[in-house]
Structure formats: C-alpha cells, structure tokens
C-alpha cells in the first residue's frame, strides 16, 4: 500500500500554529514576570517567524486554489483562503504593533490573544480543508 503524500500547504500550516503558539504562551510569561526582558523578545521573534510562514502557507494555498473542482468544494477552498488570510492579518498586525514602541505590553498581547482565539476557531468558521468523507471498504482499517 503506497503512502499518500500530504500537500505542502497542509504541511506547512502546523508550523505557523505551533510558532504563535508558543509566541503566546511567551507573552503570558512576560505578562507576569516584567521584569525579565527576555519573554516578549522571544515572542517577537516566534510571532515573526510564525507569520513568514504562516504567509508561505497562504501563498502554496492560493496557488493551489486553481486545482480545485468548481461547486462545493472551490467554494469551501474559496471559505478555507479567506479566513486563513484574516488570521495571518490579525499576526502581521500584531508583529506591526510591536514594532513600535509606544503601544505598551498589553495591546500586543491582545492582538496575539485574537489571532490565536480565530485560529483555534478557524475549524468552525470554515477554515480548515473539508475531509473527504469516504465509506469504510471491507478490510479496512477506517
């Protein structure tokens, strides 16, 4: 049985969520510890690099919009780029915002707090690729 490659698109939209993630849960930890500066510089750079790619897997996933059959499941693909391009907003906002400095530690913190609440809502709103719903055959394991 050959093994089904997934596409890059799928695999890159783990490493985004995994980096904002953990740039949030820095952001907690800087929250209260204040005093240690090393929490929202490690933040920074994990919301960063989570954004970079995070827009790679936004622009593989809009190119490969064109593969997709026209009905249902361009119209889900369709649902699927816009709610992943509101998220990817939300954190370049954020890595905008704390890019300047005049805005506190609050404000970043609640950006990260949005971007983080629609990504793990995107599932629901339509964001997630619809799961090709097959039935079981004889002898298989699914």
Known sequence: ???RQLPLARVLVSLP???WTFGFACDLIG???RENWIWPSVAFYALAAGT???LAALLIQFTSLRGVAGGRPRAAAHRQLIINSLIAFVF???IAVRLTDFVGIVMPVAFTAAGIILLAFAPRLGGDPPLLRTAPTRGSLG
Do not use: H, K, P
Request: hydrophobic content about 75%; aromatic content about 0%; overall charge negative.
């Open 1 to 3: 049985m050959a093994a």
């Open 17 to 19: 969520a995994g980096l």
């Open 31 to 33: 929250l209260v510890d």
């Open 52 to 54: 970079a790619a995070g």
């Open 92 to 94: 370049v906002l954020d």
